[in-house]
């Protein structure tokens, strides 16, 4: 392709969205290649970059019921905010790498006088993936705020500097009562840059007095007055004024960092409680209930990971039957088999291009959050929380406060599969152990040994000094056994 004969022409987002739906076949098997040829990347990088360019094709591509048009800014949006427990500046430069590799595969030879454009057009894409992930990434809400420890302490630091004897900070929370703090220091004081010391009692009308010789600057709801006004030259306020412009976003984030970890501590306690308090694995019903609860949702569901057999079968949950319905396979490049890779709760704004369409329907959903129940690197299960039928918006915040509570359940049902086994005077081997779980999934001995690697005849092996050991008649009263002993649960 030479660039003589194809000249770079700017393109529409709508012309490269037609693009990507001609090519993307061929598109993505050109980018599944492209990442096999990237020898430094690990497996997991190479699974979770094949499902981030694949989740990115199909959010471009995808058809639009509604018929108003949805721009690109509100699309890449969707996307990372969907994939932000999965998402870093790292996956997203391997990403643009393997994409900006695959298209050039895809348009060497190829003869459309555009396709220079179409090749152009991506680092514009990533550039904006790039601004909106940091700026989602930097965004808290703000709060005036300037009452907390920490912000005070680094204000009065920065205020010492300066000829100014007394500081008032006033928080307007009611116009007729405002709080108001002061700190203080003697001229002597002030001239050698000694520390502020605080107002015990603030005398509202010898404030009023001062407040009038005082520089006042105001920040959002909060007014600061430096007493006196007169010690302080032009350039002076105006290094104060642009310090305080950034303090002010300090200060608003730091604030909600404290009120949102204060807030996690305190669920994070709660839920320690509730595992304390439990027992068994009956209790479990429980503690999933305690989830909905705590991490106000109004349902949570919770499916046990076969691991061997790549499968998962619903177990507790509302609507029992439904739950128990939803089982299967755990098929590669989708949401949930990337999620056992990372082991990080994932966001899904919009299940419909991730979840099928029968679930969808089944349990009504509209906005989901997948969350692994793991200890140490075995995924046990995962849970799910949803609003049942209502769209919700989710915060990296409240994806790291589910993910805690999520490793506290994994370690509470390691910890109660080891309490009880040991009460039990019967050892089994990991062989035996693994060919009794399957015998209570319900699978044959065919189908044993191609999960476990062994003859038919091994199995059977296996299945009889099973019996010897649980002193069983028949496969049933193994896996009877295996439940009263409590090697199963």
């Known amino acids: ?39 430094n990347l690990s497996k997991e990088e190479q699974s979770i970059i094949e499902f981030l360019a694949s989740s990115f ?62 090749m152009f057009y991506l680092p514009i894409i990533a550039t904006k993936i790039s601004n909106l992930f940091s700026n989602w990434k930097n965004a808290i809400k703000t709060s005036d705020d300037f009452h907390s420890h920490s912000s005070q302490s680094l204000l009065l630091s920065y205020l010492e500097l300066f000829p100014i004897q007394q500081l008032f900070l006033v928080q307007h929370h009611n116009i007729t009562s405002p709080v108001i703090l002061g700190w203080v220091r003697t001229e002597q004081e002030t001239i050698r840059r000694i520390p502020f010391y605080p107002l015990l009692d603030t005398d509202n009308a010898q404030f009023n007095e001062l407040s009038e010789h005082s520089l006042a600057l105001n920040v959002g709801e909060t007014s600061i007055y430096l007493y006196p006004k007169t010690t302080l030259d032009k350039e002076q306020e105006e290094t104060i004024r642009n310090y305080l412009l950034r303090f002010n976003v300090f200060a608003s984030n730091n604030a909600q960092y404290e009120k949102t970890l204060l807030n996690k501590l305190k669920i994070l306690d709660e839920f320690n409680k509730v595992l304390i308090s439990y027992s068994g694995s009956n209790d479990f019903i429980k503690i999933i209930k305690e989830c909905e609860r705590l991490l106000n949702y109004k349902r949570c569901v919770f499916y046990a990971y076969i691991p061997w057999s790549n499968e998962f079968k619903g177990v507790i949950g509302e609507e029992l039957s439904k739950v128990q319905k ?11 088999h990337t999620m056992l890779i990372t082991r990080k709760p994932i966001f899904i704004k919009n299940p419909v291009h991730t979840v099928k369409d029968e679930t969808i329907q089944l349990f009504n959903l509209s906005s989901l959050i997948v969350a692994p129940i793991c200890h140490y690197k075995e995924v046990l299960g995962w849970v799910t929380l949803d609003q049942v039928g209502k769209e919700f918006d989710c915060t990296q915040e409240d994806l790291q406060l589910i993910e805690e509570v999520c490793n506290r359940i994994g370690l509470f049902l390691k910890n109660f599969d080891h309490n009880v086994s040991p009460s039990n005077n019967i050892e089994l081997t990991d062989r035996e152990f693994s060919v009794l779980t399957l015998l209570a999934d319900g699978y044959d001995n065919k189908k044993m040994g191609e999960f476990l690697h062994l003859s038919e005849h091994t199995i059977r092996d296996y299945i ?26």
Do not use: C
């Open 326 to 336: 939803t089982q299967g396979y755990v098929y590669p490049n989708q949401l949930f």
């Open 1 to 39: 392709m030479r660039p003589d004969l194809f000249p770079y022409n700017d393109i529409s987002f709508e012309e490269f969205k037609i693009f990507l739906k001609k090519n993307k076949t061929q598109l993505q098997m050109s980018i599944n290649v492209q990442i096999r040829l990237e020898l």
């Open 57 to 118: 094709l199909q959010i471009l591509t995808e058809p639009n019921e509604n018929k108003a048009q949805i721009d690109l800014d509100t699309l890449l949006k969707t996307w990372i905010q969907t994939y932000s427990m999965i998402l870093n500046h790292h996956f997203l430069y391997l990403l643009h790498l393997i994409l900006e590799k695959s298209f050039a595969n895809l348009l060497k030879n190829s003869a459309d006088v555009k396709a220079y454009s179409y």
């Open 464 to 489: 009889s000094s099973l019996m010897l050991k649980l002193k069983a008649k028949n496969r049933t009263q193994v896996v009877s056994s295996g439940f009263r002993l409590g090697l199963l649960t």
